[in-house]
């Protein structure tokens, strides 16, 4: 099993029956092929549904019906469909529990960045903002470093931030850790993952529960 | 302004009818780009936009390729932002308070109200010249319903438009709606452009298909 697969594994734990949540684009939107068939959630998606659920058998695909990434969705019973303002109403009256978001940066009060990257990602905010600054629950999918293995996780953030201090937890291939008022707390560590090891990739304070270490 | 969130939603019929007709230094509001060939792409890669007011265009490399050139102007709203923008001016107001960025680099502090000791960013309801939209089905006298997804902004976009042009490929009589299950009231709505059929623009895109 690959490191993104055991992340995405562990991501499904998130999600309690009866709750409904929103799943960013990449890492988070991959979740949904990990989630079994019949499970108590509604899905929201920006464009306007509550209850998006997998990709549609063939047959069944409406070229009128995708998801927030483009993705020809089926949907569940007792989903609906609303226009944009309402869509975005239901985000920042927060009534989404949980949204499950992507980032290239996060920092150990929690503050969020993920979209922009000045002079060279700029496709605009979309609805991220407001899911961040608004969603009672955060949680960020994300690899623990870049390309070029420096560490997503922060002291503070560079990039321009998204919302600041939203994140709840951030689970990454190396490990699950909570943003709390004393800094982050390493909840679990992946198979073969030590404390030393992840200090030395990690540029923010850590602090290890005693269960953990 | 222009309908749609991604295709669904997109009127591309009407999309092709001005690219036809070529007016230029349009200025265009609409959720995304559409992808680069696909929809208001198109006009883009004409040079008939000179400004763009959207929420994000990554799923178009074209358009950002012009924007970065500077070749395209282009204005970013949050999501929720720019809906709430068009929804005030097609309810008569003026503008809204709100909280969302008031601490990010989106706010610029003119933008900032103080009003009882509490901060504010104040954002200006948004109306357009004319609107293109697309609905499923329509009535003769204008009465709007759309499908899935493809409701999005259309029916925000219908109410704040001085001139609203909706194309459909289904009208029926008057009475063949149900009145219950209207989405947008033909009040709102000038013009319908009754599709002949639905060119392989409206299908579904095999790349956006998992196998």
């Known amino acids: ?41 509604l899905i929201h998606s920006e464009n306007g549904v509550l209850g998006a659920w997998k990709q549609a058998p063939r047959e069944q695909m409406n070229p009128a019906l995708i998801d927030a990434a483009g993705a020809y969705i089926s949907t569940v019973p007792g989903s609906s469909f609303f226009d944009s303002s309402v869509s975005f109403a239901m985000i920042r009256r927060s009534k989404i529990d949980l949204t499950m978001i992507g980032a290239f940066e996060v920092d150990q ?37 870049d390309k070029q293995g420096r560490s997503k996780i922060l002291r503070h953030c560079r990039l321009p931030v998204t919302a600041h201090h939203c994140v709840s937890r951030i689970i990454t291939d190396l490990a699950v850790l909570d943003v709390t008022t004393n800094g982050l707390s390493v909840q679990e560590l992946a198979e073969g993952v030590t404390p030393d090891y992840l200090r030395s990739v990690t540029d923010a304070d850590l602090i290890f529960p005693e269960e953990v270490a | 302004m222009i309908g749609g969130f991604g295709s669904p939603g997109t009127p591309f019929s009407l999309i092709d009818e001005l690219l036809r007709q070529g007016q230029r230094q349009l200025t265009l509001i609409k959720n995304d ?14 040079g008939q936009v000179e400004r763009l007011i959207t929420t994000h265009i990554g799923l178009n490399k074209t358009a950002i390729e012009w924007m970065n050139a500077g070749r395209l ?62 609905a499923a089905r329509a009535d003769r006298f204008g009465n709007l319903v759309y499908d899935g997804s493809a409701m999005n902004f259309n029916p925000l976009m219908a109410m704040a438009a001085d001139q609203v042009i909706v194309e459909t490929p289904e009208c029926l009589d008057p009475g063949a709606l149900p009145p219950n299950q209207i989405h947008t ?27």
């Open chain 2, 73 to 134: 102007q282009v204005e970013f709203h949050p999501q929720g932002m720019l809906a709430e923008k068009i929804r005030t001016a097609g309810a008569g107001s003026f503008g809204f308070l709100t909280d969302i960025g008031l601490d990010t680099e989106i706010t610029r502090p003119e933008q900032l109200l103080n009003w009882q000791g509490q901060q504010y960013k104040v954002e200006m309801a948004l109306k357009a010249d004319v609107a293109l939209l697309h």
């Open chain 1, 1 to 41: 099993m690959s490191n993104i697969e055991t992340l995405l594994k562990r991501a499904t734990r998130e999600v309690l029956p009866g709750s409904i949540l929103n799943l960013g684009i990449g890492l988070p939107t991959q979740l949904l092929d990990y989630l079994p068939d019949n499970l108590d959630v």
């Open chain 2, 185 to 211: 009231a033909c009040a709102f709505v000038d013009h319908l452009v009754v599709l002949p059929r639905l060119t392989s623009e409206y299908a579904v895109m095999e790349h956006h298909v998992k196998h």
């Open chain 1, 109 to 145: 009060q929690g503050s969020l960045a993920n979209w922009k990257i000045p002079g060279k990602f700029s496709p605009g905010i979309g609805g991220a903002m407001e899911l961040a600054q608004k969603t009672p629950r955060i949680v960020v999918l994300m690899t623990h470093c």
């Open chain 2, 33 to 46: 780009a559409n992808e680069a060939g696909i929809g208001i792409s198109k006009l883009i890669e004409q």
